[in-house]
């Protein structure tokens, strides 16, 4: 059985279908901030566990083989809007469900890390990075999420196996969807609006990669042989896109359907900013994202007008909006007691 944490997720809804899709029984082990509505077609498949891996129970570890550990905050807003809360789900919970994992023998420990870890600014000089380049993390969410690779790479020996996923910025439709991610952004306001707004001159770069793809290669680094994927580190890109880029290509798949203008403001201020290589994954474990920028608009369109994802003003489609709005209550029901 594979445990996967924040299976109810942007990503984790998608890979404990693909999970499925292969015969395997997967445990979800989740703090459900955004509801089990993304498993919600294979909730009878799975075994759901509602929890806060700050605490969590060694037993949810019983009869587990391997674990993709994808839980945590997930992105600069919301670890910013608790830096203390996000070291320890990021960092702390990190160390403790890995060492946990280690006395019981579970060899196999995926960890979804963050390709914001390479980011330099905007201004800094202009250069491809790999697994293997000095990296100095800035920003809360990515200095979390290095601090735990740190902790991972120091466990890893013959008993233990801990694999990290550096993924670059994803794209593309989720059950548990998103539109806080530049591309799916861009989706979102060319159905609102028909308008594109790209700041800074969309001169930053990205690397990216859909989330479907990201799902295949975790299960790619559960599969591997262990040899090739103890104590590594591989970056997830298909490719990396200046955002002006990105505006032009979600342009390009909305040509069939309405027509979408681009505003580029040229106004200067800090910004994130860096290119990845994708190589070593593709060379150690032949393993290669395929769906582009273009298909991936495609097939979101066709699924949110599908399935009704359309409230696009809806808070539970924003990491931070939403969380935000359930701390605001969390005080609010402390203050005035029981609701009846």
């Given at each position: ?38 498993l919600q077609e294979v909730r009878d498949k799975v075994e ?104 991972l790479l120091a466990m890893a020996d013959d008993r233990f ?180």
């Amino acid at each position: 059985m594979i445990l996967v944490t924040g299976g109810a997720g942007y990503v984790g809804c998608i890979l404990v279908r693909e999970l499925l899709s292969k015969g395997e029984a997967v445990r979800v082990f989740d703090k459900l901030f955004f509801g089990d509505a993304g498993l919600q077609e294979v909730r009878d498949k799975v075994e759901l566990i509602e929890g806060d891996l700050r605490y969590f129970d060694e037993a949810i570890l019983d009869g587990i083989d391997s674990v993709i550990h994808l839980a945590g905050l997930s992105n600069d807003p919301t670890a910013e809007f608790n830096p203390k809360a996000n070291h320890e789900m990021n960092t702390v919970a990190t160390e403790v469900l890995a060492s946990a994992c280690k006395r019981r023998g579970i060899n196999r420990f995926v960890f979804a890390s963050t390709c914001s870890i390479y980011d330099r600014g905007l201004y800094a000089e202009d250069r491809l990075l790999d697994e293997d380049s000095e990296v100095s993390p800035r920003a809360a969410y990515a200095v979390s999420n290095y601090e735990a690779e740190r902790a991972l790479l120091a466990m890893a020996d013959d008993r233990f196996c801990p694999v990290i996923l550096r993924k670059g910025t994803l794209y593309g439709f989720s059950p548990r969807m998103r539109y806080d991610l530049v591309v799916n952004t861009f989706v979102k306001d060319a159905l609102m609006t028909g308008g594109l707004k790209v700041f800074c001159g969309g001169e930053m770069w990205r690397p990216l990669v859909d989330v479907n793809d990201a799902a295949k290669a975790y299960i790619c680094c559960v599969e591997a042989p262990e040899q090739k994927v103890r104590g590594q580190i591989f970056n997830l890109v298909f490719k990396n896109y200046r955002i002006l880029e990105l505006a032009h290509w979600v342009r390009e798949a909305f040509k069939p359907i309405k027509r979408v203008e681009i505003e580029v403001d040229y106004s200067e201020y800090r910004t994130r900013s860096y290119r990845v290589s994708g190589q070593k994954i593709e060379t150690v474990l032949g393993f290669k994202p395929s769906v582009s920028v273009k298909e991936s608009v495609e097939h979101m369109v066709r699924m949110i007008q599908k399935h009704g994802y359309g409230d696009f003003l809806n808070p539970r489609y924003y990491n931070i909006q939403w969380l935000t709005l359930l701390s605001e209550m969390e005080a609010s029901l402390k203050q005035m007691g029981s609701l009846f």
